[in-house]
């Protein structure tokens, strides 16, 4: 029986906002699941829920489930003791599943009603938001009437449009309304909302929370389902979760300290769908968080719903795939930034000419990205200029550094008044004040800049009475100087400890800035520290401040320690030429002491971070890379001198480098054959570091500066040839897009290579850059009779006559490996004797045929000669027919085979099936979209066990082959045998989902982990 969440006493209640929004959350699995029969319609009069006009009323709707949609409006308008009456009769109706499964009606304790209370309780004080700075708080506003609903963004992908809508929308699913899906999008589960710092996350939560605390929805809420729609609504911060093995116990501490454990496991699991989870600041404790990681991938609270927010960049796939709605904030747009203000200035009673310049700039804003007006999209940053305008004039500022220094002014003249209140008499000659500054600034500003940087370092934004006394600042100077704020969060836990929050993390990274500035040594121990991924994604609001800051030796000083610590990780040199060139004119403006006008400085300083920042980008994802193998090694080359002395010179030169972006990027490793052989004076001269090392500092105190800039393809073979000689003995390069083949053709040429590996992972790349020079520069390579190992892309192939380069490969007597990739359709006679003479080398590993447009000449010697290349590794066939051979002719011995888009006819899939029993060694197999001409069934029994003869499978794909229910016994059978198997793919077949089921519930069964993929 259900019991009654309460009874009605005289006075009619209507039905709860909770009820109301469960109606309309399940209204399609109601609809589908109740059946309206004869009894239940009894049932439902004798409780008063329906009487007998509306039952006539109701039936009037044709179908079933239009008649319970409306049955369902008619229990929307009525009361609680109505809804708990119908779930009793669904009860008494055999319908108890409806009940317990989709109505969720289950009687909150009261001990659950007295957890909602508690969080109510805390989530109000968010009332009093700091709407501005907490170091200012009289000018903080009410957010019950000031807040401003934050402008959300849905960012675009390969299906849908960029979309912007209001916060109100942040719980309604976001799907493209022209999705091929039949049924209404389900409202998101995992919902992630990013932005920059200053946007506004955090006040976004607290606001959400603080709505929820008012017990019910009234009537502002223009979407459904609205943060009013959840039973229990959790605040927590990312930071607050680190730990914890439970959510209960991290709730208990922080949030509700005087329940017992179960009373809050009672509240949480009560109706799990109707938990809305509110955690904050990803960013800030993410790292050994392995229960926020749990909660995000729903192996806790899966039907609850998660609304997340992070800094960008710091949600990294796979984890950022399992939020079902991934939302952005870019702050306040111009309508609202004005509102802002105009409420302000009211608000305070205010003068509101005061305002009129920064209403101007609002209005008039042009440059999204520049000044002041882009400056105010931050909610943050907005509050600090109000609050900057209504205690003096509106500063000249252009950037978010230029403001920090504004408020750090403020503060210290506010700190002043407030320590030293006897000076600031008006009849006082002699305020003091200047010596009042550098009082605090050094005793209470530069203790605060380094504990801001010893918190940065452990990703947190406050500090303890412990933490001060290290560094001799007493508590209540720190607190009356404002640069720190005693403040209750959400979290209650460790109310003994007395913590000191900084007003916001951004305002910590300024003065992690200020002190890494003035302390070079923290800054080059902090450098080492710290990952080319944290560099890249999770220090952008730092290095802004840092490099804002930053000014003469001490900004050449810190490029130099950035690149020495990036353009080598990974045994590699990042961002070639570019990053060689930024090195060496820092060392020579280190050497020379050349002093660079602040005039030039700025275009000097964004400059050398677009290489930078490029270089280290480069660091942490592959594109091009470049591998030199060397015999011997010269050791007499001398760098080069460098004559620049003048600004002139040097903007000159940085100039140079801003026009090098258009041109190759690569990632160059150096290698040796034999380092104790070709590297001899080195070692014995006591050098401790690798040989890369020495090769690498050698190709950047080389590198020319002025004599390429006609050709910069040149710099790679110039570079080689002055700092390490010419005994290369190999040269590979492989890559994702891009332009670097004449640079890597150029070094190459006239050395006594004996491999030469031109290769890609997109097999596209390059087609559009590779012209009739990189051909001309192949041919000449190909003369090299010491080739022994060759491998050439068809962009390259197609750089160069057919015959031309089939010609010259056949002549290659000395190779031992041959890679070729290249269309053979349409040949002539002689072609294909060339081709026939490299294949009977017996030197391919890998062949690549594509059968549209095969002459029957060729097709004849590929069959007869295919059979006999016992070197054969890796064999390809595509689009077109193809007759294979019987199994006693074949001598292969593959390790990997793809057929994609070949037609058979029954003997030639015979052979096939024969063959591939015979290919033991096989690693990886892919049979996709093959098909019989004439028309008929593929004989998959005959296929099946083949394949189960190869027993090193650890790939087979069988993709869009019309397999189907009837042999998946059969197919089960052969996954049993291949005990070695790791992944199966079945996209694009015909099994049900029944068919699926059979074969993940056999792949589960299996010793060995087996991923399907349907």
């Known amino acids: 029986m259900v019991k009654k969440i309460f009874q009605s006493q005289g006075k009619m209640v209507l039905l709860s906002e909770q009820r109301k929004q469960i109606l309309i959350d399940k209204r ?54 109505d ?46 938001i700091a709407t501005g700075p907490e170091w200012a708080p009289e000018f903080a506003l009410d957010s019950a009437t000031f807040y401003i609903s934050l402008h959300l963004q849905k960012g675009k992908t390969a299906t849908t449009e960029k979309k912007d809508f209001g916060q109100d929308e942040v719980f309604v699913s976001h799907r493209d309304e022209g999705s091929s899906s ?38 502002e809420c223009k979407c459904a389902p609205c943060v009013h729609s959840w039973y229990v609504v959790i605040y927590l911060t990312a930071a607050n ?67 997340l927010t992070s800094r960008p960049n710091y949600l990294q796939d796979p984890l950022k795939k399992k939020f079902h709605s991934k939302l952005s904030t870019n702050g306040f747009t111009r309508e609202q930034k004005r509102s802002y203000v105009e409420i302000f200035a009211n608000s305070k009673k205010e003068n509101k000419s005061k305002f009129d310049r920064l209403l101007y700039l609002i209005d008039t804003e042009r440059n999204k990205d520049d000044g002041i007006a882009s400056l105010c999209r931050s909610p943050l940053n907005l509050a600090i200029i109000c609050l900057l305008i209504s205690s003096g004039e509106l500063p000249r500022i252009n950037d978010r550094t230029e403001l920090y220094k504004s408020v750090t002014k403020f503060l210290l003249k506010k700190a002043i008044k407030r320590m030293h209140p006897q000076d600031d008499d008006p009849m006082n000659d002699d305020p003091m004040e200047e010596d009042h500054m550098e009082e605090i600034e050094a005793d209470i500003i530069r203790p605060i800049c380094r504990l801001s940087f010893e918190a940065y370092k452990r990703n947190e934004v406050s500090l303890s009475n412990a ?116 090195l060496r004119l820092l060392r020579h403006l280190k050497e020379k002491t050349i002093i660079i006008s602040p005039k030039m400085e700025a275009e000097f300083k964004k400059n050398c ?143 006594p290579l004996e491999m030469l590996k031109i290769g890609s992972y997109d097999m596209e790349w390059n087609e559009k850059t590779i012209d009739a020079s990189c051909g001309d520069m192949l041919a000449e390579l190909l003369l090299n009779p010491q080739l022994k190992i060759l491998h050439i892309i068809d962009a390259f192939n197609n750089s160069i006559p057919r015959m031309q380069l089939l010609s010259q490969l056949s002549r290659l007597d000395a190779l031992d490996e041959l890679y070729l990739q290249i269309d053979m359709g349409n040949t002539s006679s002689k072609e294909v004797q060339f081709y026939e ?3 009977k080398k017996n030197k391919l590993q890998k062949l690549k045929i594509y059968g549209d447009g095969l002459s029957d000449e060729l097709r004849s010697v590929l069959q007869c000669t295919i059979p006999t290349m016992t070197a054969l590794k890796a064999l390809s066939f595509m689009f077109g027919p193809f007759d294979f051979w019987s199994s006693a002719d074949d001598h292969l011995q593959l390790q990997s085979l793809y057929l994609d888009h070949v037609s058979f006819n029954s003997e030639s899939f015979d052979n096939l099936c024969g063959i591939i029993a015979k290919w033991t060694n096989l690693r990886t197999m ?15 029994g005959t296929l099946f066990t083949a394949i189960a003869k190869c027993q090193m499978l650890s790939q087979l794909s069988m993709c869009e082959l019309g397999i189907g229910d009837d042999v998946t016994d059969q197919l089960c059978e052969m996954m049993k045998s291949l005990e070695q198997l790791d992944l199966l793919d079945l996209r694009g077949n015909n099994l049900s989902p029944t068919g699926k089921q059979k074969i993940e519930e056999f792949a589960h069964r299996r010793k060995r982990q087996l991923i399907v993929k349907f």
């Open 182 to 219: 039949a049924k209404k999008p389900c409202n998101p589960k995992r919902i992630l909302v990013e932005g920059d710092p200053g946007m506004g996350k955090t006040t976004l939560c607290q606001d959400l929370a603080f709505r929820w605390a008012r017990q019910e929805c009234t009537g």
């Open 609 to 751: 971070l677009s290489i930078i920042n490029r270089t280290v980008t480069r660091s942490s994802a592959m594109f091009h890379s470049i591998t030199i193998t060397f015999a011997t090694i010269s050791h007499n080359a001398k760098p080069q001198d460098i004559s620049m002395n003048t600004d002139t010179e040097a903007k000159q030169f940085v100039d140079y480098l801003r026009s090098l972006d258009e041109h190759p990027h690569v990632d160059l490793i150096i290698e040796c054959a034999d380092e104790s052989v070709a590297f001899p004076d080195a070692m014995q001269g006591g050098l401790q570091d690798s040989f890369f090392s020495y090769a690498a500092d050698q190709l950047s105190s080389n590198i020319p500066l002025a004599s390429c800039k006609e050709d910069p393809n040149d710099f790679l073979r110039i570079a080689l040839e002055q700092s390490l000689g010419n005994d290369i003995r190999e040269m590979k390069i492989k890559g994702y897009g891009g332009d670097a083949s004449k640079s890597f053709l150029k070094a190459a040429l006239n050395k």
């Open 83 to 128: 809804y708990e009456a119908f779930c009793e009769c669904l009860e008494a109706d055999d319908q108890p599943h409806v009940v317990s499964e989709i109505l969720c009606h289950r009687a909150p304790s009261s001990s659950n009603e007295d957890v909602c209370q508690q969080l109510r309780s805390l989530y109000c004080l968010f009332e009093d």
């Open 241 to 307: 979760l680190q730990g914890y093995q439970d959510i209960h116990s991290a709730v208990k501490d922080h949030l509700l300290p005087d329940c017992d454990i179960d009373q809050v496991k009672k509240a949480l699991n009560f109706c799990e769908d109707k938990t809305l989870f509110i955690i904050d600041s990803f960013d800030e404790g993410h790292k050994d968080n392995n229960l926020l990681q749990d909660l995000i991938k729903g192996k806790v609270y899966a039907n609850a719903t998660l609304l």
């Open 467 to 582: 933490d001060l006394k290290k560094v001799g600042v007493k508590a209540d100077d720190v607190l009356r100087s404002g640069f720190l704020t005693k403040k209750v969060k959400v979290s209650l836990l460790d109310k003994s400890v007395k913590r000191f929050y900084f007003s916001h993390k951004t305002f910590m990274e300024y003065l992690t800035a200020k002190h890494l500035v003035q302390t070079p040594n923290d800054l080059k121990d902090w450098l080492k520290t710290i990952t080319e991924f944290e560099w890249k994604d999770e220090h952008d609001s730092l290095k802004k401040f840092l490099f804002d800051l930053m000014h003469g030796d001490s900004l050449l000083e810190t490029f130099l320690v950035i690149m020495k610590r990036f353009i080598y990780s990974h045994e590699r040199i990042h961002n070639f030429p570019h990053s060689c060139l930024l």
């Open 837 to 839: 003479q490299i294949l």
């Open 28 to 81: 399609d699995d109601l609809a589908e699941t109740i059946e309206l029969q004869a009894k239940l319609w009894s049932l439902m009069q004798s409780r008063n829920i329906v009487n007998k006009q509306d039952e006539d009323r109701i039936k009037l709707n044709r179908t079933p489930y239009e008649q319970v949609c409306v049955l369902l409006d008619h229990l929307a308008k009525r009361t609680d003791r």
């Open 926 to 940: 892919d049979i996709n979209a093959i098909w019989f001409e004439p028309q008929q069934t593929i004989q998959f």
